[in-house]
């Protein structure tokens, strides 16, 4: 197994191993390794070998440590396309994933801001304010914050709340064919309530999108603030 004078780095032939076995499906997506002293009793090397083997497979995608529960096989980012047409459900379902998700929080708010800037309503201008979580195979990956005019779409929060997609809800309110117009982008950190959802810990990579969709004649129809787990998207931007 580790053949020591080979010209091979010993912990890169325990990495190589580990590595192996993931290729050949001995271990699994989302299986927690054994721990590094059970490891190293395996590989018949000291616990430094093993930490800077895992390291590595780490920094590379093939393992995933978790404060206080180990070091699991990683799942692999999901590939988010930031397009015209952005749409969380089709995005995930296109990888042969299932999506899901939930609501877990709604309000009608006055306008204010930067949020009533970007949707280019007056300050108290009734909104919408929706807070959803979206899964892919159980897995959160995306906090959504979205404000919508109020009076453009009186029952989304009932329309959401029965078809369980920001999409068909906005179709139900003869919205069809909107459209991202702009997205913003900036890498921060998981805080607060969103590490409970995302299941991250405080300090946890996140991205962070801001982005308007309009109606198909170019008005305002959604401002959104989106954190996405660091760990479990990958976004990319298309031409």
């Not at 890169?12 to 993931?22: G, N």
């Not at 007056?122 to 979580?133: A, Q, V």
């Amino acid at each position: 197994m580790i053949k020591r004078g080979s010209g091979v780095a010993v912990w890169r032939q325990v990495a190589e191993d580990i590595q192996s076995e993931i290729a050949r499906g001995r271990l699994t997506v989302g299986e927690r390794l054994p721990t590094e002293m059970e490891l190293a009793d395996r590989y018949k090397v000291n616990r430094h070998t093993v930490r800077r083997a895992i390291a590595m497979l780490a920094n590379d995608g093939y393992l995933e440590a978790e404060r206080g529960r180990g070091t699991f096989v990683s799942r692999r980012p999901i590939a988010y396309p930031i397009t015209a047409q952005t749409r969380f459900s089709d995005i995930v379902s296109a990888q042969d994933l299932q999506p899901g998700g939930r609501l877990i929080g709604s309000s009608l708010e006055p306008a204010q801001g930067v949020v009533a800037e970007k949707l280019g309503v007056k300050e108290d201008e009734p909104l919408i304010r929706l807070e959803t979580l979206r899964v892919v195979e159980g897995r959160p990956v995306v906090i959504g914050t979205g404000w919508f005019v109020a009076s453009m779409v009186p029952n989304l929060i009932a329309d959401y709340a029965e078809t369980g997609s920001v999409t068909k809800a906005l179709a139900k309110a003869g919205f069809e064919d909107y459209r991202r117009k702009s997205s913003w982008v900036c890498a921060s950190v998981a805080e607060g309530g969103d590490c409970g959802y995302l299941q991250l810990e405080p300090g946890d990579p996140i991205l962070v999108v801001d982005s308007m969709n309009v109606t198909a004649d170019g008005r305002p129809l959604q401002f959104s603030h989106a954190r996405f787990s660091g760990k479990a998207v990958q976004l990319v931007f298309e031409n």
